[in-house]
């Protein structure tokens, strides 16, 4: 399968603990982007990456949101200190230079009991 | 700032009959516009988009949409409705000639087509 994959699929965590999500874009795509969905709600937007570097960042990203593309391939989006708040779904992105079309991954479900 | 509106919180078709799924924006400048399907815990898919061109763009799995500027919308459309169909369907638009590539989405549409 080429398509964007990511892990986990779905985690469960306590209040206050930190979680990691990664993302492998399409083999090739320099452009990666990760996007919050909650229940009832299109995509929101909170951060795109060209290569490693990351060039956009949405004002939902608080500072307990870190993601990073460190060699410019999958991603990782890091939250700390979970609220009960950030329950979503989590999707990543990615697309190829020259084109706007972004292709979407299952996404990872966190529940923060 | 952009946005996108999607009026309707379901629409209800019957099998082979035509379905619209409405979608208004606005961004400034010149818009590219996306359609996605979203089916029960899935990721989004790719169904069609307008960037430049003709304004009536023809997607995956029959879908086509129309691009119309001075109503600012984006309506998604196909002629014969299947069950299959049933889904929840997501507009996004971003601002075009840019370096920005933040998509904003519309809240969503669940399509129900019933046999």
């Known amino acids: 399968d080429t398509g964007?994959?990511?892990?986990?699929?779905?985690k469960i965590t306590k209040r206050g603990q930190n979680v990691t999500f990664r993302c492998d874009p399409i083999s090739e795509h320099n452009r990666l982007y990760w996007y919050r969905q909650t229940l009832g709600q299109g995509p929101e937007f909170l951060t795109y990456f060209q290569n490693e570097a990351q060039l956009e960042k949405s004002r939902l990203l608080s500072?307990?949101?870190?993601?990073?593309r460190p060699k410019g391939s999958f991603s990782t989006l890091e939250i700390?200190?979970?609220?009960?708040?950030?329950s979503a779904m989590y999707l990543c992105a990615s697309s190829a230079d020259l084109e706007e079309t972004q292709y979407f991954g299952p996404g990872t479900r966190l529940l923060v009991l | 700032a952009q946005s996108v509106a999607q009026p309707e919180d379901q629409v209800n078709v019957?099998?082979?009959n035509p379905l619209t799924v409405k979608c208004t924006y606005s961004v400034s400048g010149n818009p590219y516009l996306f359609w996605y399907?979203?089916?029960p815990n899935r990721g989004l898919q790719f169904l069609l988009k307008y960037i430049t061109g003709d304004n009536?763009?023809?997607g995956?799995?029959?879908?086509?949409?129309?691009f119309n500027k001075s109503q600012t919308s984006f309506h998604l459309k196909k002629p014969s409705a299947l069950v299959s169909d049933s889904a929840l369907y997501f507009c996004a638009v971003r601002q075009g000639?840019?370096?920005?590539r933040a998509l904003t989405f519309g809240s969503g549409t669940r399509l129900q087509v019933q046999p």
């Open chain 1, 4 to 10: 964007v994959s990511q892990n986990p699929r779905h």
């Open chain 1, 63 to 68: 500072d307990r949101f870190s993601a990073e």
């Open chain 1, 80 to 86: 700390q200190r979970t609220e009960q708040g950030d």
């Open chain 2, 14 to 16: 019957a099998e082979g």
């Open chain 2, 37 to 39: 399907v979203q089916y």
């Open chain 2, 56 to 58: 009536l763009v023809k």
């Open chain 2, 60 to 66: 995956s799995y029959g879908f086509e949409a129309e």
């Open chain 2, 97 to 100: 000639d840019t370096g920005r």
